[in-house]
């Protein structure tokens, strides 16, 4: 998506060229218009979950109507792959919605004359699928959102939080690469909501779809999206990761949206985990290990082999005992760490685990690789430190 603007009013072309130069909000009102979406550009890679969050009025529903080409861009230009969704005819959208986009909506959207089987096939009879093909893709997408058994029922006759596991599953049956989700939970209460939050991070770890996810409440941001875009009265302000956007706030704006936002549920342990710049190779010798801990006031090492991947623990008691007895390396002497922390583990599920460990926790990615360790002290430090924006950052590194 390139330099996307929306106005909505007279003229709008005109508009475009004066936001371009500069004018401001007030005098696309004056001129009896409103500016919707102003200068918006992004990339979304294959299999992300990228979230675009702002308060009403911020222009998240308008930007995702102009993704899928519900609504005209003023200016600018929306692509899938190499495809320009902004140049295609009307057929050809609506072929691409069927094909390759499809959409779960915030009030589900559901037939209330049909059956759940129906409603959640529904997007598959609209291509033109045969009977046997509906079914069976339908029931399919049902058993992934948990609503095997009701396919008979009506709408009616589920919660709202079924409802919309109708409306996502029916987006799933038609087997889109890409899902477009408008605020599709904020109409639950607060426990459904989660289930659903749940259900959807289940899902996609399964399927790896690319999923852009538009929502007003910051935690659910946090929690689903891979990286967010904050928007402010049309415009992208920043985009990063959760923790990017938590530590690094772009501007006050930002800041103020985060600031009483639960940092244990949000930091991870990557990213308070303090780097080993030489963890102990294996076929390190004892006298080696001993001479390491002594240098860095140590008495436990963690050992990796030469691709960084964690083998095991060595205490000095351990080295100690190696070295009398001779031992060419200290591979033998190591204690195997029964449960390192995942890099994606969040910080709030430390607490009871350093409480049970007296030692630094090893963090390691998905290849098993030693990324650092986990201190009680890194802990503290990350719950008391307060979020810098990111333009104090610049001015400090200028300066």
């Known amino acids: 998506m390139e330099r996307l603007y929306k106005v909505f009013g007279p003229q709008p072309k005109e508009l475009v060229r004066r936001l371009q130069a500069g004018a401001d909000q007030e005098e696309i009102q004056a001129a009896g218009a409103t500016a919707a979406v102003v200068d918006a550009s992004f990339t979304v890679s294959e299999g992300e979950t990228f979230v675009v969050m702002g308060l009403s009025g911020s222009g998240k529903s308008t930007l995702i109507r ?28 609506r072929t691409m919605r069927q094909q390759r986009m499809s959409m779960v909506f915030q009030h589900f959207a559901l037939f209330p004359h049909r059956t759940v089987l129906d409603n959640a096939g529904y997007g598959l009879r609209i291509k033109g699928a045969d009977k046997s093909e509906i079914t069976e893709r339908a029931r399919e997408a049902l058993s992934l959102v948990g609503l095997e058994g009701w396919e008979d029922r009506y709408p009616q006759q589920l919660s709202g939080g079924m409802r919309q596991r109708v409306g996502l599953a029916r987006a799933l049956a038609a087997q889109t690469d890409v899902l477009l989700m408008d605020e599709a939970f904020s109409a639950l209460d607060p426990l459904i909501k989660r289930e659903m939050q749940d259900q959807l991070l289940n899902l996609n770890a399964k399927l790896g779809k690319t999923i852009i996810f538009i929502t007003h409440d910051l935690n659910e941001a946090m929690r689903l999206g891979d990286r967010i875009a904050v928007m402010r009265a049309g415009r992208i302000v920043q985009i990063g990761t959760s923790e990017q956007i938590l530590s690094e706030p772009a501007d006050d704006y930002v800041a103020r949206f985060v600031q009483d936002v639960d940092r244990s549920r949000v930091l991870t342990a990557a990213s308070i985990a303090e780097p080993l710049a030489t963890p102990l190779v294996a076929g390190a010798s004892p006298d080696e290990a001993l001479d390491l801990m002594h240098r860095h006031d ?37 204690t195997p760490v029964a449960d390192p922390v995942a890099d994606n583990t969040p910080m709030k599920e430390l607490f009871s ?10 963090v390691v990615d998905k290849q098993h690789r030693l990324l650092g360790v986990v201190t009680p002290a890194a802990v503290f430090q990350a719950l008391s430190q307060e979020p810098v924006v990111a333009a104090e950052i610049q001015e400090a590194s200028d300066g």
């Open 66 to 93: 102009m993704l899928n080409g519900l609504l005209t861009p003023s200016s600018g230009q929306v692509f899938l792959d190499d495809e320009d969704i902004t140049a295609m005819s009307g057929k050809a959208l």
């Open 298 to 334: 140590t008495d436990l090492l963690f050992v990796a082999d030469g691709d960084r991947r964690l083998l095991g623990e060595l205490s000095a008691t351990a080295a100690e005992r190696a070295r009398r007895d001779g031992r060419g390396d200290v591979a033998s002497a190591l």
């Open 353 to 362: 685990r350093m409480s049970a460990r007296s030692v630094p926790l090893p």
